[in-house]
C-alpha cells in the first residue's frame, strides 16, 4: 500500500511505507453487535495493532463469542482485548495516552461526542453516525421489484440499521405505488426473531418503541397520512414487547417531524416531487449522507442522479447500497466524522501510519569491481 519512486536523483529513490499505529480501540453499537466489531479489529490487527473492543453494554454477548473464536483461531493473547461498561469506558479510551485512535459505529450525539474528545488528545478517529436514507423512484422503475426492494429496505431489520431506508421521494406518477408498499408491509409478521416466518422482530427497548411510536403520531397530527399504522401490533404470547410494526407515512413535508429525525424503527415517510431534479435537491438538502438510491429503468437519469447527489454511497435499483470490504464504506457530510473511512484502502490508512523515505545509494563501479573480486570463488 506504499508508494515508491525511484531514481528521483542519481542514485537517490522516494518511498514511503506503512507502519502500525500501536493500541487502538473500537465502540460498537448494538443493532449489529457482530459484524460492526469485524469491521474493526480484524483491520487494526492485519495492519499490525492492537485493539480494546467496547461493545455495546446492551447486546455485549456477540463480541464476546467473537473473542472465543479469536482464541480458538490462536490470536495472542492481548492482541485482541474487551473493556464492558458505558460512557466510562469510552472516556477511558478516548483519554488513554496508548491509545491512538478510536473507531466508533452509532447515533450522532455519541459521535459527536468521540470525534471531539479523541481528536482533543490528538487521537485517529472514525465515526460512522446517524442517517436519513432516501431513496428515489421514478415513474419507468420496474414497479414489483422496485416494492419489494423498498419493503426490505425499510422494514427489514425493523428499521434499526444506519442503511435502513427511510424515506422514499416518489416523482410523478409512481406516487401511487405508496398504496401497494403499504400493502407489502401489512404482510410482514412481527413476533420474536427465534421464529423462522417473523420479518419484523421487537426493536431495542421500550424507550426507542415510545419514541417511534410519538413520532408517528406527531406525522398525524401535523397533516401526514398514516397508510399503515405499525403501532402496538398484536403479538401472542408478547403482550409487552417492544414491537412497532411496518408503518408507511404519506403526504410527508420537509419540515415535519418524522422527516427531520431518524426514527430508527420500521417507518417509511413518502414525499411526492415532479421531477428528478426536484428529488436530488430535497435529498441533498437533509443533513445526513450515508446512503442513497434511484430506481429507473433510464441508463441517462441514473447517471444524472449518481453525478449530482450529494450522497456518499449510492445505489441505483437496489436500496441498500453498502460497499464490499475491498471497497469503503463512505458516508459523507452528517453521517460521518473522522479521517479516514471504515474498512478497504482507507481502513488501511485510518489504522497504519505512512512513513516516507529518501534513501540515496549511488552506484560506485570500482567499488563494486572490488566487491565482486574479493566475493569471487570460482578458483576454490
Not at 36 to 43: A, G, Q, T
Not at 164 to 180: K, M, R, T
Not at 278 to 300: L, Q, R, V, Y
Not at 360 to 375: M, Y
Request: charged share 15%; hydrophobic share 40%; glycine share 10%.
Amino acid at each position: 500500500m506504499g508508494e515508491t519512486v525511484s531514481n528521483v536523483a542519481s542514485g537517490v529513490d522516494l518511498y514511503s511505507i506503512k507502519q502500525p499505529l500501536g493500541v487502538t480501540a473500537g465502540v460498537a453499537p448494538f443493532n449489529f453487535p457482530a459484524m460492526i466489531p469485524l469491521w474493526m479489529f480484524p483491520m487494526a490487527i492485519t495492519c499490525g495493532n492492537t485493539m480494546i473492543m467496547k461493545p455495546s453494554d446492551r447486546t455485549p454477548t456477540a463480541t464476546m463469542q467473537l473473542m472465543e473464536l479469536c482464541n480458538e483461531a490462536g490470536i495472542p493473547p492481548g492482541v485482541v482485548n474487551v473493556v464492558h461498561g458505558g460512557k466510562g469506558a469510552v472516556d477511558f479510551v478516548c483519554d488513554n495516552a496508548h491509545v491512538e485512535a478510536v473507531s466508533f459505529v452509532g447515533g450522532n450525539a455519541v459521535g459527536e461526542y468521540i470525534h471531539q474528545r479523541a481528536t482533543s488528545n490528538n487521537k485517529r478517529a472514525q465515526c460512522n453516525m446517524g442517517a436519513k436514507n432516501h431513496a428515489t423512484i421514478m415513474p419507468d422503475a420496474s414497479k414489483s421489484a422496485t416494492i419489494q426492494a423498498i419493503s426490505g429496505a425499510a422494514f427489514g431489520a425493523s428499521g434499526q440499521r444506519c442503511m435502513a431506508l427511510s424515506a422514499c421521494i416518489f416523482v410523478g406518477d409512481a406516487y401511487n405505488w405508496v398504496e401497494d408498499i403499504a400493502a407489502e408491509g401489512a404482510k410482514l409478521r412481527c413476533g420474536p426473531g427465534t421464529d423462522a416466518d417473523v420479518s419484523v422482530t421487537p426493536v431495542i427497548n421500550p424507550e426507542n418503541k415510545t419514541r417511534i411510536n410519538e413520532i408517528i403520531a406527531s406525522a398525524e397530527a401535523e397533516g401526514a397520512r398514516i397508510v399503515l399504522d405499525g403501532r402496538n401490533p398484536s403479538v401472542p404470547g408478547f403482550a409487552g414487547g417492544h414491537f412497532v410494526g411496518p408503518t408507511v407515512i404519506a403526504d410527508v413535508t420537509m419540515d415535519m417531524r418524522c422527516y427531520r429525525e431518524e426514527i430508527f424503527g420500521p417507518v417509511l415517510v413518502a414525499i411526492k416531487a415532479e421531477s428528478l431534479e426536484e428529488a436530488i435537491e430535497m435529498t441533498n438538502a437533509n443533513p445526513w449522507g450515508n446512503g442513497c438510491a434511484i430506481f429507473t429503468n433510464s441508463g441517462a437519469v441514473a447517471r444524472e442522479y449518481q453525478t449530482k447527489i450529494d450522497v456518499g454511497q449510492v445505489g441505483i435499483n437496489l436500496p441498500i447500497p453498502v460497499p464490499l470490504p475491498f471497497f469503503s464504506f463512505t458516508g459523507s457530510r452528517g453521517s460521518f466524522r473522522g479521517s479516514d473511512h471504515f474498512y478497504g484502502k482507507k481502513g488501511v490508512n485510518f489504522y497504519t501510519r505512512t512513513k516516507t523515505i529518501t534513501s540515496n545509494w549511488k552506484f560506485d563501479a570500482e567499488q563494486a569491481r572490488k566487491l565482486t573480486i574479493v566475493g569471487d570463488t570460482s578458483a576454490v
